[in-house]
Nanobody
């Protein structure tokens, strides 16, 4: 079992930056791949970024490439999502999710554990 808690969301102007954190407890965090997903009002939850257990492999959805960076610190049991050049369309609840696997899963059905989410609102 692993518990995930997101933090770092808030209100930011377009073009600004935020860093989200996903703190894990309850299991051997370094054995988990971790993803960030997001869900905007009235839309499906969508994949944003993934990082493998070691941090050496990352995957991003096209709309955030070059703007968002996922990283992890296994010593702190934490995964981060640095979000730069934020756009109005990045407004959503952001969720972190974990799965016991070696790769970088992108399908939400592959994820075994979920946090409760943190709201990011980008204003004009």
């Amino acid at each position: 079992q692993v518990q995930l808690v997101e933090s770092g969301g808030g209100l930011v102007q377009a073009g600004g930056s935020l860093r989200l954190s996903c703190a894990a407890s309850g299991s051997t965090f370094s054995s988990f791949a971790v993803d960030w997903f997001r869900q905007a009002p009235g839309k499906e939850r969508e994949f944003v970024a993934a990082i493998n257990w070691s941090g050496r492999n990352t995957v991003y959805t096209d709309s955030v490439k070059g703007r968002f960076t996922i990283s992890r610190d296994n010593a702190k049991n934490t995964v981060y999502l640095q979000m730069n050049s934020l756009k109005l369309e990045d407004t959503a609840v952001y969720y972190c999710a974990a799965a016991v696997q070696l790769g970088t899963p992108v399908d939400r059905r592959s994820m075994q554990y979920w946090g409760k989410g943190t709201l990011v609102t980008v204003s004009s």
